[in-house]
């Protein structure tokens, strides 16, 4: 049986002093993952990925899972990567993680001619920045997101005339400001999960009143949904716009003032897969993997 590694974070395993809100999210996943891939003939371990004692030499395969602390600690992310990579086969592969970790993926994606959320890029969310943004895109309300994070993080939702959240709340360093979509407040969130490029499932995420954060341990609600045609084709053309392997992919989409799909996210790197919402992902995921290693 070949023995594949599941990188996670400290954080995502429970009982521990330093779980996250949301590390239950990890053990649904992770016991959805483990059976189907037993089942391919593969013993998939779970391992902290910045353990000094995690040898991934021992492994045939190391697959990037919940690693959600990526973005706090991104430089060593990165030297982990190439000791990783140097050891067995990664998956995702290094160069796509690397490229999928900075959100100026989303400008690559733009220039290619796909439909992305309207960005401003700036080296810090300062003041200047965050009204550059609204006179830019001619909106009262704006989403400041760090240029590497996730789930949420050092992310703050800012209207016009008022008070700005504390820096401490705001990204740490370069950022992307966007206008807010009012179809957070209506529609939601539609995402697809794809596994060696075919379709799995899909849902739509709803944010709890009067949030717009699409994460659970805001509040938002999840829903599996059969996608439109025109979600599918948008979801699919990001994939096509990426070479190589993929183990598995998140694309992430919302409807813009022009009532069109556009990526919020492309999600490569370290993805929740959705358990609940989608009853194959594990004979899913194992085949592809099936097919990868």
Request: hydrophobic share 45%; with cysteine.
């Amino acid at each position: 049986m070949k023995q594949i590694a599941f990188l996670t974070a400290r954080s995502m395993i429970e009982p521990g002093p330093d779980a996250r809100e949301d590390a239950w999210e990890h053990a649904l996943e992770f016991a959805a993952l483990k059976p189907a891939c037993e089942a391919k003939g593969f013993h998939l371990t779970e391992a902290i990925w910045d353990d000094p004692q995690f040898d991934p030499s021992r492994f045939d395969g190391l697959v990037v899972g919940t690693a959600w602390d990526y973005m706090e600690k991104h430089a060593a992310f990165l030297d982990a990567l190439a000791r990783f990579d140097a050891a067995a086969p990664l998956l995702n592969p290094r160069a796509t993680i690397i490229w999928n970790s900075d959100k100026t993926y989303l400008r690559d994606l733009d220039e290619k001619g796909l439909p992305v959320v309207p960005t401003l890029w700036a080296d810090a969310a300062t003041p200047e920045a965050i009204h550059q943004a609204f006179d830019r895109f001619d909106v009262d309300r704006v989403v400041v997101k760090p240029q590497i994070g996730a789930s949420a993080w050092r992310q703050a939702s800012v209207r016009r005339g008022e008070t700005l959240p504390a820096p401490d709340a705001l990204p740490p360093a370069a950022c992307l400001i966007q206008p807010f979509l009012r179809a957070a407040e209506t529609e939601g969130e539609t995402t697809l999960l794809f596994f060696d490029r075919e379709f799995s499932h899909a849902l739509v995420k709803r944010p709890k009143a009067g949030d717009y954060r699409t994460q659970s341990m805001y509040g938002a609600t999840e829903e599996a949904v059969t996608p439109p045609g025109e979600a599918i084709e948008t979801a699919r053309a990001a994939l096509d716009a990426v070479e190589g392997p993929l183990l598995y992919a998140r694309v992430d989409l919302m409807r813009r003032g022009d009532g069109r799909f556009a990526i919020m996210e492309l999600e490569l790197v370290e993805p929740y897969l959705y358990p609940e919402q989608g009853p194959e992902l594990g004979p899913n995921f194992a085949r592809a993997l099936a097919r990868l290693i």
